[in-house]
């Protein structure tokens, strides 16, 4: 009986040792797909793109508890709304995508996929070439900024402190 479960905790992922929750690969507030985006895939998929981790989500990997500044309610609202820049709107703040939107970021999608399906083996070769690690890596950067929002909006709450919300950025005409 013991040992049936134990088979059963294993196969269901009981007690495995999972550095990164499954939640975290979906993170950050989903952007639209551009151009630029479809076209560089197949520079993603051989690992030759780096996307920069910004310095807000370092820190928030180094020490995710730490309270910024003196812990006044200004520092607070600095800090989330440096998270804010780095990842998107919190998932209490999000903010319902137009029917045009959403279109673009199918479209962007699919785009995105049959460009990347272009690549034979194509995840061999993001394996081989260290892109799977690369975004794995960066996927553990936007789980700790998140953490880390959570963790001082909690903590501004308990303070009593107001904390402003989100203010999308505008996006640029060009």
Do not use: W
Not at 17 to 33: D, E, G, L, W, Y
Not at 86 to 103: C, H, M, N
Request: net charge positive.
């Amino acid at each position: 009986m013991t040992s049936a479960f134990a088979l059963l905790s294993f196969a269901c992922g009981i007690g495995m040792a999972n550095p990164i929750p499954a939640s975290a690969q979906t993170a950050a507030a989903p952007q639209s797909v551009t151009a630029g985006d479809v076209a560089g895939k197949p520079l993603d998929d051989l690992n030759l793109r780096k996307e920069k981790i910004a310095p807000v989500l370092e820190a928030a990997q180094a020490n995710p508890y730490r309270i910024p500044g003196k812990g006044r309610c200004a520092d607070l609202n600095r800090e989330v709304a440096d998270l804010n820049e780095a990842l998107g709107p919190d998932i209490d703040e999000s903010i319902s995508p137009s029917a045009q939107q959403k279109r673009d970021r199918a479209i962007g999608g699919t785009a995105r996929s049959v460009v990347g399906s272009l690549i034979p083996f194509g995840g061999v070769v993001r394996e081989i070439s260290g892109a799977n690690a690369a975004e794995n890596h960066r996927e553990l950067y936007l789980y700790a900024g998140i953490v880390r929002r959570a963790f001082i909006k909690g903590y501004a709450r308990a303070r009593a402190c107001r904390i402003a919300h989100y203010i999308p950025p505008v996006p640029d005409k060009k």
